[in-house]
């Protein structure tokens, strides 16, 4: 539930998951993005077109089958313990503007969107799903890549962030409340 403040003379919507400000951070400004809205369009378009199952608290355990979103800050090291805390086994992570980010216990696959960050982050990048944008790939062939490497990384092939032994600092609970 979102609850209304009056801060000095202007009124804010406050909860326990929203930023106050609206704001992005920094690097989604540079790449375009205006506010929070902006990016929850975009995160939404993520869900695809199938029917969401189930909306989970922050690190509640996933029970449903199919399309489910967990209520998340949008830091992505916390995002992904809330995740594996509810029993993910394996964190897919799109990449815009690029990330050197791994976790643990789970595998994370990282999901270049655009060729040119693809190329520079290559070493930690796992697939360039740009190429659907370069025009060399479709969605088809692009989804059936993802769900084999998946398969294989599930089966214990090592994701990029593995190799490179990152994610010892970067499984992060969730502090909720005022923090000093």
Known sequence: MIQRIRWWKDEY??????QINGQV???????????IFE?????SMKGGTGPLMKVYRYAEPVTAK????????????????GQIAG?????????????????KPAPCIKLA??????????EDMDINCGEILDGTVSVQEMGQRIF???????????SKSELLDLGDYEFVPWQIGVMS
């Open 87 to 103: 029993g993910a086994n394996l964190i897919a992570f799109t990449r815009g503007r690029g990330s050197m980010f791994g976790s």
């Open 39 to 43: 990016k929850s369009l975009g995160s």
């Open 66 to 81: 199919g399309f489910v979103f967990m209520d998340t800050p949008g830091f992505d090291p916390v995002s992904a313990t």
């Open 113 to 122: 969107t655009n060729t040119p960050m693809y190329e520079r982050l290559t």
């Open 13 to 18: 919507s406050v909860g326990r998951d929203v």
């Open 25 to 35: 951070s920094p690097g989604n400004q540079i790449g375009g993005l205006a506010n």
């Open 148 to 158: 084999e490497l998946f398969l294989r990384t599930a089966s214990g092939e090592a």
